[in-house]
């Protein structure tokens, strides 16, 4: 008697990859559930290979291709490489993609631009109405002249969706790409999904789209469409966990009991530890969106004691080997050296999604720039300073940026975030960006006046106590953002797995409660809270399932019997563990 050498995560694999390559002989549009460490991009290329098997010949000689559309390029890259860049393949991102075949229809583009927003019907009136001006889409920086109009990143979408309602346009882009296979699927925008669904989907035309992703890891932009559920559209779920070992796929099947999952080695374990502060003695915060947190200190000693806990447990907490994951504001500020900066905002995302323009500039441009002239990198930096590239054209000029960006280096390591800028302003290497440059003109002219206007003293107030900070803050987030640090919150850490993971789960974001969250999943829902429970379970799954072999919880948030007994219910009981706090 022979026994099957396949491991449970293996079979689960082959299930699905047969239910896959039968819709794609049935040219049925199907959606690939995958969850976390199920191997999703692995599913993907099989699927493009088995294509390539099938319709290689066929799209070569009808100049026909599948379009593969991902939402970054490091994953547009990997696909290329991993069908050997096959002709039949097109690889891209969603805007990309969108441009490539749109940019040929310049006549119902410029008609439909005026209707997009009525920043949109200005920029048109300023430029002298429409007069056969080139539409491009190269930076994502908006514009309007009398010869040219520059489209912004979310424009292409709109118009996408807009010309996808047009018979003529869908025949042509249906004839051209038969097949369209979406990676990340969840993360599309809604609108933009929606008209896919009805308008190639539920047609008459013979089109396939394939989706691959998981909705639950639907953590980026309330924009994003999330699950996609369609009569014409056959679900298969992808029931395999390659990554994490037995004990925390168990736990993540008990979390997610509709797409359960089998683990890859049955021998395994994986251990589990979850740290509560309900015994917390002193008084906690109150502050709007930090209710029920521990104060900083009391929450940064109760960090310190669960890592020695797990330093006894055999954890190693360096680079290589543990993530800690912080779903909490304070402490992570204060631990990355940012604390000062983070005081000046009243709402995260403005620094961590640099929805602030300052902060973007220096994120995006300043940094970048700076780092690379440090490492004498000069390609990168001319990268980084997009269309403000320098014009070079003699020694001089050369000497001078030289100069100007050694005195640079040297403020930014010294001096403060106002210092910084008021160089910036006189040397202009590198130039402020537009939206910068137009509130440091607003500013100027405001402090001019005797007295600040009443509607403008919050305006004057954020810019002076920005100003104020020690540039080296800046630094630090940087540091943060860009993954340069142990510590991480939900920005870069889907896809990622880790051997040990920490997360430690408080208060300070504004569309975060876990307390609350944990709390609804062991009752009900409020009406009309769907969408913040989902915003935060995603958020938690996604968290949990980093870890290949150990996973530890903190909460410095006071937690109800509720949420105990939910956590209880998926971690068990005999892994939760109170924190002794004075």
Not at 36 to 57: F, V
Not at 89 to 109: E, N, R
Not at 280 to 285: E, L, M, Q, S, T
Request: charged share 25%.
């Amino acid at each position: 008697m022979t026994t099957n050498s396949k491991s449970p995560a293996e079979i689960a694999s082959e299930e699905a990859l047969a239910k896959l390559y039968k819709a794609i002989d049935d040219n049925q549009s199907f959606r690939l559930e995958a969850g976390a460490g199920a191997g999703k991009t692995y599913s993907l290329i099989k699927a493009l290979q088995y294509l390539i098997d099938k319709k290689e010949a066929t799209f070569l000689r009808k100049n026909q291709k599948i379009a593969c559309i991902t939402y970054t390029n490091t994953a547009k890259e990997e696909i290329e490489d991993r069908v050997d860049n096959n002709p039949i393949i097109y690889a891209d991102t969603i805007h990309a993609f969108s441009w490539s075949f749109l940019s040929g229809f310049q006549k119902s583009i410029r008609e439909f631009i005026p209707s997009i927003n009525d920043r949109w019907e200005n920029r048109i009136e300023e430029a002298g109405g429409l007069n056969n001006q080139v539409v491009k889409y190269d930076l994502g920086y908006p514009k309007a002249t009398n010869s040219e109009i520059l489209l912004h990143h979310d424009d292409v979408i709109k118009i996408m969706v807009h010309l996808l309602s047009k018979e003529k346009f869908k025949s042509l882009l249906i004839d051209r790409f038969p097949i369209i296979l979406i990676d990340e699927y969840q993360d599309t925008n809604t609108e933009l999904a929606d008209t896919i669904v009805s308008q190639l989907i539920d047609s008459e035309y013979s089109i396939m789209i394939g989706l691959f992703g998981d909705h639950w890891q639907k953590i980026y932009g309330s924009n994003a469409c999330g699950l996609i559920e369609n009569e014409n559209i056959s679900e298969i779920g992808k029931n395999a966990n390659f990554r994490s070992e037995k004990n925390i796929v168990h736990a993540l099947n008990r979390m997610r009991p509709d797409l359960p999952q089998n683990e890859k080695d049955t021998n395994s374990e994986g251990e589990i530890n979850v740290f509560h502060t309900n015994n917390f003695a002193g008084a906690r915060r109150t502050e709007n969106h930090w209710n029920g947190d521990l104060p900083i200190e009391a929450s940064k000693t109760s960090i310190e004691q669960v890592k020695q806990l797990l330093t006894q447990n055999d954890w190693e907490f360096d680079f290589e080997n543990t993530k800690i994951l912080m779903l909490t504001n304070n402490v992570l500020a204060e631990e990355q050296g940012y604390i000062n900066l983070a005081s000046v905002f009243s709402d995260s995302d403005d620094y961590l999604k640099m929805n602030d323009h300052y902060i973007k500039f220096f994120i995006d441009v300043l940094e970048p720039v700076c780092r690379a002239f440090e490492n004498k990198k000069y390609g990168e930096m001319f990268s980084a300073l997009n269309s403000n590239t320098p014009k070079l054209t003699n020694q001089n000029d050369k000497s001078i940026w030289n100069s100007n960006l050694n005195q640079l280096i040297e403020v930014r390591k010294t001096g403060t975030i106002g210092e910084v800028l008021t160089l910036l302003k006189t040397t202009l290497r590198p130039r402020l960006s537009p939206k910068v440059e137009e509130k440091e003109l607003k500013f100027d002219r405001i402090k001019l006046l005797e007295e600040v206007p009443e509607e403008e003293k919050s305006f004057i107030s954020k810019i002076e106590n920005l100003k104020e900070i020690s540039y080296k803050d800046v630094i630090n987030l940087f540091e943060y953002i860009n993954n340069n640090t142990p510590f991480s919150t939900k920005h870069g850490i889907k896809g990622k797995e880790f051997n040990n993971v920490l997360v430690i789960a408080g208060r300070g974001w504004n569309h975060y409660n876990w307390d609350q969250f944990l709390t609804w999943h062991n009752t009900a829902i409020p009406s009309g809270r769907e969408n913040a429970y989902e915003r935060n379970r995603n958020l938690f799954y996604v968290c949990c399932s980093r870890p290949k072999k150990r996973l530890a919880i903190l909460f410095t948030q006071e937690l109800s019997r509720n949420s105990l007994e939910t956590l209880s219910n998926w971690f068990g009981e005999e892994n939760l563990n109170p924190l002794v706090l004075s």
